[in-house]
């Protein structure tokens, strides 16, 4: 968003410098991305004078140039060789010097004025036309200046073109009090009352708006009201349509605006001003002299502005005349409805319309306007009658215009503040800071809210409608923040956490954690029954036929037990997806698992029946997708580790440092399972092909299996531990060990963290190598250690003696040798 600080000025009295008032915005919210020392025409018309023509006789050797000569003020008269139709002896007229730099409308380069020969004839200058200078976009012929004008006059001060500064402000959605220069000036004028800064805000005085006669009055209805909350206007006859004056055409310039008639300037310019959209349309075309607020029915043709036919939707909110719509309300105009050079009556309207209705319009027809940007993201309802009689005191100023009509004002229900309650204490909190109350209150006061009520540490406030943004306690203290200054709020010495550590995790969390991580890894959750067929058990010894549940009225064969495992329903949805050419497949599932042990029913007391929660994960098929930059590639047995190793790391755990031991069972074809403090937590590993075939699985199936209860139980040990990074490098070293071919990682792991505790940050397996180069019995490890000392850089001689204090125990503890 674009400010103009000298137009920002004049609605805040300050003596602060532009880089003071960047810096204050930014630090309120208001970012000032940008800060640019800027003219309201570029070159600031530098070089350009008034000059008079003296004479002016045809070229001797060109019929559509003529010689003239100029008085610039110096008595000197100046050649001039001049194209332009319209030059004529005794005009006042804008010369371009010698070197002076000129900037065309619309070019993006200037060009600089030489002496030159011209047809053979010398040429001292340029007489100019507007679009030549920058200041409008005509080029019929040159300007012809008020015969008052005295030559010599600096075409700077003639057009009142001043230096300024644009602030290029980025917005934040939320801000929308904030979109204007009045919005932006208000929220300066908070920070400068809150720290006692001397300022004055200032609005124009529009006090002398006098309501007219109903003679011209055009009637308003509005059928939707819900739509258009509010909805004024007002009709202003007699109305010239001509240029704006100098001072309101350099306000719009100054933005980046090209000015279009005084009429249709003085809505854009109290747009920026105030941030009330207007709108004014041709009084004369309105049929029936009644406007109507309403829907039009779907697919109701309607021609914008820029000439593009339409089509309406029933949910697009219309300002219609009796016959036809006449413009998409709070985003375009229709082509038809708009003022033009022969307008001599205008209908202004100012009005509040639903930002929802408005945003899907917009939408809906791919607009954005300057307009739309405002209404979607809500205005104040309060500030439409300001910017009504403002407009039409303008316009009886500035178009010799006379102001016909009452003013009409629909508004059946209106928009009330934002109440709530705040507590000084908690604000004290969510700010870092014990600020003094009298303070709170000051900085509340100033941001234009009132405090109704006072009860003790409570405070009822009143927001008004336009702090859209601010609508309960928390919002309210952002804004108190900002204003306060978050460069005021010191860092902390010690950071005091609010993590709690319950006895009993809560298992949902914990499931719900597990269930993220594996859902970001691309895995898709299943839910089966817990109910399944005893013929999978028949002959198996993992899980005996003899140990299952059975159902006492099965509602059939395949419903006739409950589940020991999960694997089999893990394989009927494997089953179900394959038949359906689905064979990359990565599951998991929660789910409870039943069986029933006939020793403890012997041994009485105890009760027969076991219920345990468990995870199951299953890969199949490949890894990812071919794509045209990657190949396919298989998934393996590691994929899966991979995954269990992740799921344990979150809560702390390494499972690199549990105790895996090979597992046999007629399950799988090859399967490991991981203890930790002597529990079984996790078996994985490769499906057999026996279990395969009885669901016609013909790809490798990777199955993993987890106490879930267990796992559960683990967490209860897991403590966030925050600290410092530490700023010293780490140190990495890899070690080769011949072993004994049984010797696991594990246990070489368990070692080198017993005897170093301190600078031993980390150890992992990079390499097993078995093979005929070896001694019988024997295996490689190929390791690598991480060293770091969070105090101190680590130095050769300490990382020298930790490695041949882990080659000592490794050789003492494990019979490992050190291979070169």
Request: include cysteine.
């Amino acid at each position: 968003m674009k400010i103009s600080l000298n137009w920002l000025k004049s609605y805040i009295e300050t003596s602060l410098p532009a880089e003071e008032i960047a810096k204050i915005l930014t630090d309120i919210g208001l970012e000032v991305e940008g800060l640019e020392q800027i003219e309201t025409v570029r070159g600031g018309l530098s070089g350009l004078v008034v000059g008079e023509v003296l004479t002016c006789e045809k070229h001797p050797d060109a019929d559509k140039l003529h010689v003239t000569t100029v008085d610039l003020g110096d008595g000197a008269p100046t050649q001039i060789v001049c194209g332009a139709p319209n030059v004529a002896a005794g005009q006042k007229v804008v010369v371009a010097t010698i070197n002076t730099m000129l900037y065309p409308t619309g070019e993006a380069e200037g060009f600089k004025i030489k002496k030159s020969k011209i047809r053979g004839v010398e040429s001292l200058g340029m007489l100019c036309a507007e679009d030549e200078i920058g200041i409008g976009t005509s080029h019929d012929g040159i300007i012809v200046l008020p015969n008052d004008v005295p030559a010599g006059t600096p075409a700077r001060d003639y057009y009142q073109i001043e230096d300024d500064y644009l602030l290029e402000i980025g917005l934040t959605p939320n801000r929308a009090d904030a979109m204007s220069h009045y919005g932006v000036a208000r929220d300066l004028a908070v920070y400068l009352q809150a720290n006692g800064i001397p300022h004055r805000l200032v609005l124009p005085d529009v006090s002398a708006f006098r309501e007219g006669i109903s003679d011209k009055e055009v009637a308003v209805e509005v059928l939707n009201t819900e739509a258009a909350p509010r909805y004024m206007g007002i009709t202003v006859t007699g109305v010239k349509v001509a240029e704006s004056p100098e001072w309101l055409q350099n306000r719009l310039r100054s933005i980046g605006l090209n000015p279009h008639n005084n009429i249709v300037d003085i809505t854009n310019f109290i747009l920026h001003e105030v941030g009330q959209p207007l709108h004014a349309f041709d009084a004369g075309k309105i049929k029936g002299g009644k406007v109507i607020v309403r829907t039009c029915p779907e697919g109701t043709p309607f021609v914008t502005l820029d000439g593009v036919e339409r089509k309406l939707s029933d949910k697009d909110l219309m300002i219609c005349d009796t016959e036809k719509p006449m413009c998409i309300a709070g985003v375009f105009g229709g082509l038809d409805s708009g003022v033009t050079e022969t307008t001599t009556d205008v209908f202004i309207e100012s009005a509040y319309f639903n930002p929802v209705w408005i945003r899907k319009s917009a939408k809906r027809h791919g607009l954005s306007t300057d307009a739309s940007f405002r209404f979607e993201r809500g205005i104040d309802p309060e500030i439409a009658p300001y910017a009504l009689k403002r407009a039409a005191l303008l316009m009886v100023e500035l178009a010799g215009g006379k102001v016909s009509s009452p003013v009409t004002d629909l508004y059946p229900v209106p928009v009330r503040p934002f109440r709530f309650d705040i507590s000084l204490s908690r604000v004290k909190r969510l700010m870092g800071k014990d600020v003094p109350d009298e303070t709170i209150r000051r900085i509340i006061l100033a941001l234009d809210i009132k405090i109704e009520k006072e009860d003790g540490d409570t405070l009822g406030v009143a927001v008004p409608p336009y702090r859209v943004d601010v609508q309960r306690e928390a919002d309210l203290v952002e804004d108190i923040l900002r204003i306060y200054g978050y460069n005021n709020i010191e860092i902390p010495q010690q950071v005091h956490s609010t993590l709690s550590y319950a006895p009993n995790p809560d298992r949902d969390k914990v499931t719900n954690v597990v269930a993220d991580l594996l859902t970001a890894n691309g895995f898709n959750e299943i839910m089966s029954n817990s109910l399944t067929k005893a013929a999978y058990y028949e002959g198996l010894e993992a899980y005996k036929a003899e140990n299952s549940v059975a159902i006492l009225n099965p509602l059939s064969n395949d419903l006739n037990v409950m589940r020991q495992t999960l694997l089999f329903n893990a394989l009927e949805a494997v089953e179900l997806n394959t038949n359906r050419k689905n064979g990359d497949l990565k599951l998991y599932e929660f789910g409870n698992c039943y069986s029933y042990d006939r020793d403890k029913a012997s041994e009485g007391g105890l009760a027969p029946y076991s219920e345990q929660n468990r995870l199951s994960i299953l890969i199949t098929g490949a890894d990812h997708v071919p794509s045209w930059n990657v190949s396919s590639q298989p998934t393996s047995f590691y994929t899966l580790k991979t995954v269990a190793e992740k799921i344990f790391a979150r809560i702390g755990i390494d499972l690199n440092g549990a105790m895996m031991e090979t597992l046999s069972s007629d399950l799988y074809r090859e399967a490991v399972t991981y203890k930790i403090n002597g529990k079984r937590m996790v078996e994985m590993g490769i499906v057999s092909k026996k279990i395969r075939s009885m669901f016609d699985i013909k790809a490798e199936v990777y199955y993993l299996e987890m106490n879930f209860d267990a796992f559960l139980k683990l967490t209860r040990n897991h403590k966030v531990t925050v600290q410092e990074l530490s700023k010293f490098p780490e140190v990495r070293r890899d070690l080769a060990l011949l072993v004994d071919s049984q010797t696991t990682f594990s246990q070489l792991r368990e070692i080198a963290f017993a005897t170093e505790k301190k600078l031993l940050k980390n150890v992992t397996l990079f390499d097993v190598y078995e093979g005929d180069k070896l001694p019988a019995g024997k295996k490689s490890y190929a390791l690598n250690f991480v060293l770091e000392d969070t105090t101190k850089t680590l130095v050769d001689q300490v990382i020298d003696k930790t490695m041949a204090n882990l080659v000592r125990e490794f050789e003492r503890r494990a019979g490992a040798q050190v291979r070169s």
